[in-house]
């Protein structure tokens, strides 16, 4: 036989030994007795209950034993739930284990396992007990058994685990908590006598969450087993990348609306001497360093001016008193700083308590954050103010303890404004109260406004003297949850407060503007909720001018005073020249514990004069109907997507009722003295009752009625009573051909917007009676006899009868008037251009039934009223037409 196939039956023979070899230990491990053998010192290397679905070995060319479904129980004290389940599990078996006939694992790898960390109340942990304890010799070491049995002491000790795509879920005693981490990947390995090696990443999640970017954490250290209850042992922990959105997120379970990023690096240690500390047992040394950037609102763009901070925190936590004191806090900002030292207690009572014996804050920092956080801030704002001071509080609710802040004086530069200045102030706290007094701010000029007022020395000098300030003053009792807030504006020309506030994005004037002198107070008071103030305010308006959106003019406020609190706002006008008419009176509205049903204004409102006319040039110009659009949004505030709201959306908000009256009204000819009326508007409804007014000597009373629906409607339903004739809104010369007194009865109807509109929509009637009526010019009898006009004059004691209106005329169907002998029917037409066509016919005498003969003719008036055509006609026998 050849070398070579010398070579190779033996190398056939070798790998076919080891095939049948491999083969027998496939069907070895499958046995009941393997299987038990196996899973005992499963138990043996992990001190807890162990369940395995399948199992295979594999000898070369490195023996490892294949678990799958592998479950690792809890230890009673900790639940009933499983420690650890993995998909899979990979054990390495050392050679010189084997060749001993014993079981020694090498690294356990673990396939998407998930671990459960239970705390139970005495605040021990079940992983205290997980690591396997120092290697050791036990009884019975060197045996040689194919499957012998498990020793009482462990000796079957793990070397490494590892874990790929793990997660590790959190219990207090029962309660799952929500918080876990997903991905966990690394391994724990053994080092040396009771020390392991850590090394673990992972990625936190929250349950119910949608999170975007959390970060990878990542720890690495040693820890000694468990029979040292893992001491001693040190941690270095690394987290950057991470969404400020999704700490809030795993922390609450809700977006609170914060935007940027942040990164945390730490060292922890606990039983490990440092220059720091003595290694004392049951405490945790620690040193943190937090770092955030680019931190705004969630709804504003990333500026490069975004607030950053930097937080460095060292101390010790005492696990047992579950009490954590840090020694040094310092807090760093891009041009401020903040040094101190705090403490914090889990137990109960839980609190805290932080001292910060230096503070240094530059006010740019302090706006950076604002700017952050609020929109619409002008980018050329500028604060320019210094903040030292101490400060130490704890507690919750919040407890002041002692401290002062003070602020030095300072700039505030905003668009339209020269540099304003800012006072120096103070701020103290002392036995529980937080106290500001004093902060003022004085507000220059606008640019231009001195060379202005150079033209008029008197209101240069006005001008020079004239000031502009708003104090601050800031109060809060943590003893007793209360606190409160108060403005005090004293202006001289508030337009300058509303230039600032715009500047910080706070508008205050959106669709109005107003010039003139402003002062008074604005206050908010809260107890243990500061989200639900208590607000209360007086401001005092004099010589004004107050532009509204959708008016043609500006109201003139010679002096008014607005007034409010939580249950009642309003105000008291004593003169405001407003619509062509002086304005006084008081409006009010309640806002309590009262249903929006309720919440409506209630007015009384006086004008020395109304003139429609003048209301038109306000509004004007006609038949436009979109002033509402433009005035209501700056009245009640509202507003759509492109800043004008419907007139009727707006007008279904407003609820008010009250009296309304004025010296005069006038209304095209129309001219009404000591006119009143109650009014009320709600659901886009007014209605007008009680409306009382002197008309041509006379009297009127009745209703109006209104709807604002797309196509506005109106309904005048009025009585007149002893109206005088001559005082009618006729043209000159025919009101002087009449005199007499009229009473009656008028209802009207009309839709649309604007004049023309209204006209050509007007309808309705009514009734009238007459006293004492008078025409001068034509005596209608005589010339109805003579068969031609004769001048003179025509009297009736009384008349009755009834008329129609539309198309823009008076129709008079059958108006009889009475005289001592005779009738005569008054039949016709008279337009709203003053233009008319009307006929008188003697109907006979009167009481007698005699025919008279001058009723086969009668007296016609056509054409303007002023100068109209007279003719005498007949009337045929038949159908009473002119021939």
Same mark, same amino acid.
């Not at 998407?112 to 960390?117: E, K, N, Q, V």
């Given at each position: 036989?050849?070398?070579?196939?010398?070579?190779?039956?033996?190398?056939?023979? $070798?790998?076919?030994?080891? $095939?049948? $070899?491999?083969?027998?230990?496939?069907?070895? +491990?499958?046995?009941?007795?393997?299987?038990?053998?196996?899973?005992?010192?499963?138990?043996?290397?992990?001190?807890?209950?162990?369940?395995?679905?399948?199992?295979?070995?594999?000898?070369?060319?490195?023996?490892?034993?294949?678990?799958?479904?592998?479950?690792?129980?809890?230890?009673?004290?900790?639940?009933?739930?499983?420690?650890?389940?993995?998909?899979?599990?990979?054990?390495?078996?050392?050679?010189?284990?084997?060749?001993?006939?014993?079981?020694?694992?090498?690294?356990?790898?673990?396939?998407?396992?998930?671990?459960?960390?239970?705390?139970?109340?005495?605040?021990?942990?079940?992983?205290?007990?997980?690591?396997?304890?120092?290697?050791?010799?036990?009884? %019975?070491?060197?045996?040689?058994?194919?499957?012998?049995?498990?020793?009482?002491?462990?000796?079957?000790?793990?070397?490494?685990?590892?874990?790929?795509?793990? @997660?590790?879920?959190?219990?207090?005693?029962?309660?799952?908590?929500?918080?876990?981490?997903?991905?966990?990947?690394?391994?724990?390995?053994?080092?040396?006598?009771?020390?392991?090696?850590?090394?673990?990443?992972?990625?936190?999640?929250?349950?119910?969450?949608?999170?975007?970017?959390?970060?990878?954490?990542?720890? =690495?250290?040693?820890?000694?087993?468990?029979?040292?209850?893992?001491?001693?042992?040190?941690?270095?922990?690394?987290?950057?990348?991470?969404?400020? =959105?999704?700490?809030?997120?795993?922390?609450?379970?809700?977006?609170?609306?914060?935007?940027?990023?942040?990164?945390?690096?730490?060292?922890?240690?606990?039983?490990?001497?440092?220059?720091?500390?003595?290694?004392?047992?049951?405490?945790?040394?620690?040193?943190?360093?937090?770092?955030?950037?680019?931190?705004?609102?969630?709804?504003?763009?990333?500026?490069?001016?975004?607030?950053?901070?930097?937080?460095?925190?060292?101390?010790?936590?005492?696990?047992?008193?579950?009490?954590?004191?840090?020694?040094?806090?310092?807090?760093?900002?891009?041009?401020?700083?903040?040094?101190?030292?705090?403490?914090?207690?889990?137990?109960?009572?839980?609190?805290?308590?932080?001292?910060?014996?230096?503070?240094?804050?530059?006010?740019?920092?302090?706006?950076?954050?604002?700017? *952050?956080?609020?929109? %619409?801030?002008?980018?050329?704002?500028?604060?320019?103010?210094?903040?030292?001071?101490?400060?130490?509080?704890?507690?919750?609710?919040?407890?002041?303890?002692?401290?002062?802040?003070?602020?030095?004086?300072?700039?505030?530069? +905003?668009?339209?404004?020269?540099?304003?200045?800012?006072?120096?102030?103070?701020?103290?706290?002392?036995?529980?109260?937080?106290?500001?007094?004093?902060?003022?701010?004085?507000?220059?000029?606008?640019?231009?406004?001195?060379?202005?007022?150079?033209?008029?020395?008197?209101?240069?000098?006005?001008?020079?003297?004239?000031?502009?300030?708003?104090?601050?003053?800031?109060?809060?009792?943590?003893?007793?949850?209360?606190?409160?807030?108060?403005?005090?504006?004293?202006?001289?020309?508030?337009?300058?407060?509303?230039?600032? *506030?715009? *500047?910080?994005?706070?508008?205050?004037?959106?669709?109005?503007?107003?010039?003139?002198?402003?002062?008074?107070?604005?206050?908010?008071?809260?107890?243990?909720?500061?989200?639900?103030?208590?607000?209360?305010?007086?401001?005092?308006?004099?010589?004004?001018?107050?532009? $509204?959106?959708?008016?043609?003019?500006?109201?003139?406020?010679?002096?008014?005073?607005?007034?409010?609190?939580?249950?009642?706002?309003?105000?008291?006008?004593?003169?405001?020249?407003?619509?062509?008419?002086?304005?006084?009176?008081?409006?009010?509205?309640?806002?309590?514990?009262?249903?929006?049903?309720?919440?409506?204004?209630?007015?009384?409102?006086?004008?020395?004069?109304?003139?429609?006319?003048?209301?038109?040039?306000?509004?004007?110009?006609?038949?436009?109907?979109?002033?509402?659009?433009?005035?209501?949004?700056?009245?009640?505030?509202?507003?759509?997507?492109?800043?004008?709201?419907?007139?009727?959306?707006?007008?279904?908000?407003?609820?008010?009722?009250?009296?309304?009256?004025?010296?005069?009204?006038?209304?095209?000819?129309?001219?009404?003295?000591?006119?009143?009326?109650?009014?009320?508007?709600?659901?886009?409804?007014?209605?007008?009752?009680?409306?009382? *007014?002197?008309?041509? /000597? /006379?009297?009127?009373?009745?209703?109006?009625?209104?709807?604002?629906?797309?196509?506005?409607?109106?309904?005048?339903?009025?009585?007149?009573?002893?109206?005088?004739?001559?005082?009618?809104?006729?043209?000159?010369?025919?009101?002087?051909?009449?005199?007499?007194?009229?009473?009656?009865?008028?209802?009207?109807?009309?839709?649309?917007?604007?004049?023309?509109?209204?006209?050509?929509?007007?309808?309705?009637?009514?009734?009238?009676?007459?006293?004492?009526?008078?025409? @001068?010019?034509?005596?209608?009898?005589?010339?109805?006899?003579?068969?031609?006009?004769?001048?003179?004059?025509?009297?009736?004691?009384?008349?009755?009868?009834?008329?129609?209106?539309?198309?823009?005329?008076?129709?008079?169907?059958?108006?009889?008037?009475?005289?001592?002998?005779?009738?005569?029917?008054?039949?016709?037409?008279?337009?709203?251009?003053?233009?008319?066509?009307?006929?008188?016919?003697?109907?006979?005498?009167?009481?007698?039934?005699?025919?008279?003969?001058?009723?086969?003719?009668?007296?016609?008036?056509?054409?303007?009223?002023?100068?109209?055509?007279?003719?005498?006609?007949?009337?045929?026998?038949?159908?009473?037409?002119?021939?």
């Amino acid at each position: 036989m050849s070398r070579a196939r010398k070579y190779s039956l033996i190398g056939v023979l $070798v790998l076919a030994a080891l $095939v049948a $070899v491999q083969i027998g230990v496939s069907f070895l +491990v499958q046995t009941s007795r393997v299987r038990g053998y196996l899973t005992a010192h499963l138990e043996s290397a992990f001190g807890r209950p162990v369940q395995v679905g399948r199992f295979s070995f594999t000898i070369f060319p490195v023996p490892e034993l294949d678990l799958e479904g592998v479950t690792i129980g809890e230890d009673a004290t900790f639940g009933h739930e499983y420690f650890l389940r993995a998909e899979r599990m990979a054990a390495s078996v050392a050679w010189s284990g084997l060749l001993r006939g014993r079981f020694e694992f090498g690294t356990m790898s673990l396939t998407r396992p998930s671990l459960i960390l239970v705390r139970n109340a005495e605040g021990r942990w079940n992983l205290e007990r997980w690591l396997p304890p120092a290697r050791g010799k036990g009884p %019975g070491e060197g045996e040689d058994s194919a499957a012998p049995p498990v020793p009482r002491q462990a000796t079957h000790l793990l070397q490494k685990l590892e874990f790929d795509d793990g @997660r590790i879920n959190f219990k207090f005693g029962d309660e799952k908590r929500p918080f876990a981490f997903n991905g966990v990947s690394g391994s724990v390995e053994n080092v040396g006598p009771g020390r392991w090696r850590v090394n673990l990443e992972a990625t936190p999640w929250r349950s119910g969450v949608q999170l975007q970017s959390t970060g990878t954490l990542q720890v =690495a250290g040693d820890v000694a087993g468990t029979t040292a209850r893992l001491q001693p042992a040190q941690f270095r922990l690394h987290w950057e990348k991470v969404s400020i =959105a999704d700490i809030f997120r795993l922390m609450t379970g809700n977006d609170s609306g914060v935007r940027g990023e942040f990164a945390l690096d730490g060292n922890a240690s606990i039983g490990v001497a440092s220059p720091d500390t003595d290694g004392r047992s049951g405490e945790w040394h620690f040193l943190l360093m937090a770092r955030a950037n680019q931190i705004h609102r969630w709804d504003l763009p990333e500026r490069s001016d975004n607030p950053r901070f930097n937080v460095n925190v060292q101390g010790y936590w005492n696990v047992a008193g579950e009490e954590a004191r840090v020694h040094e806090v310092r807090v760093e900002m891009p041009h401020s700083n903040l040094n101190g030292t705090a403490q914090l207690r889990t137990i109960y009572p839980a609190g805290w308590r932080a001292e910060f014996r230096r503070i240094d804050v530059q006010a740019e920092d302090l706006l950076a954050w604002y700017r *952050a956080f609020s929109p %619409g801030v002008a980018d050329d704002v500028m604060v320019q103010t210094f903040l030292t001071g101490n400060l130490s509080a704890g507690g919750w609710p919040l407890r002041w303890e002692e401290g002062t802040i003070e602020g030095r004086a300072g700039t505030l530069t +905003v668009p339209g404004l020269s540099p304003s200045r800012i006072e120096a102030f103070r701020a103290t706290v002392r036995d529980g109260k937080f106290a500001l007094d004093n902060l003022r701010l004085r507000l220059a000029s606008e640019p231009g406004a001195k060379g202005k007022s150079e033209k008029n020395p008197k209101k240069a000098a006005a001008a020079s003297a004239a000031e502009d300030v708003a104090e601050v003053a800031l109060r809060h009792d943590s003893t007793a949850q209360q606190g409160s807030l108060r403005l005090n504006l004293k202006f001289a020309d508030a337009s300058r407060l509303f230039i600032v *506030a715009s *500047a910080f994005g706070r508008a205050l004037n959106p669709g109005w503007e107003y010039t003139g002198s402003a002062n008074g107070v604005a206050a908010w008071n809260w107890g243990s909720n500061i989200r639900e103030p208590r607000r209360s305010g007086s401001i005092e308006l004099s010589k004004a001018e107050l532009q $509204v959106a959708g008016l043609n003019q500006p109201l003139k406020i010679d002096q008014a005073r607005l007034d409010w609190n939580d249950e009642r706002r309003g105000g008291t006008i004593g003169k405001v020249d407003a619509f062509g008419a002086s304005w006084s009176g008081s409006f009010s509205q309640m806002t309590g514990e009262v249903s929006n049903e309720d919440r409506k204004w209630l007015f009384q409102l006086h004008a020395d004069h109304l003139d429609a006319t003048q209301l038109d040039r306000w509004f004007g110009p006609r038949a436009r109907p979109n002033w509402l659009q433009r005035l209501l949004p700056s009245l009640l505030g509202g507003n759509d997507n492109n800043g004008v709201a419907h007139a009727s959306e707006l007008l279904r908000r407003v609820s008010a009722e009250g009296e309304i009256s004025a010296d005069t009204l006038a209304v095209e000819k129309i001219k009404l003295t000591q006119a009143r009326a109650t009014l009320a508007m709600r659901d886009l409804r007014l209605q007008l009752r009680n409306i009382d *007014a002197q008309w041509a /000597g /006379g009297k009127i009373h009745g209703a109006l009625r209104a709807q604002f629906t797309p196509s506005p409607r109106y309904e005048l339903d009025t009585d007149v009573d002893r109206v005088n004739l001559a005082q009618l809104p006729w043209p000159a010369r025919w009101a002087e051909r009449w005199s007499g007194v009229a009473s009656g009865r008028l209802q009207l109807t009309t839709g649309g917007v604007g004049r023309e509109e209204l006209l050509r929509q007007l309808n309705g009637g009514g009734s009238v009676k007459l006293s004492k009526v008078e025409l @001068r010019g034509w005596d209608v009898e005589a010339s109805a006899e003579a068969g031609v006009p004769r001048t003179g004059q025509s009297r009736w004691t009384g008349g009755d009868g009834e008329f129609e209106v539309g198309e823009r005329r008076v129709q008079f169907r059958d108006l009889q008037l009475h005289a001592l002998h005779s009738n005569t029917h008054l039949a016709g037409r008279i337009g709203f251009d003053m233009t008319g066509d009307l006929t008188f016919s003697p109907a006979g005498s009167a009481g007698r039934g005699e025919k008279s003969t001058a009723s086969a003719r009668e007296l016609r008036l056509s054409g303007p009223l002023e100068s109209p055509t007279v003719v005498v006609q007949s009337l045929s026998a038949a159908g009473g037409k002119p021939r």
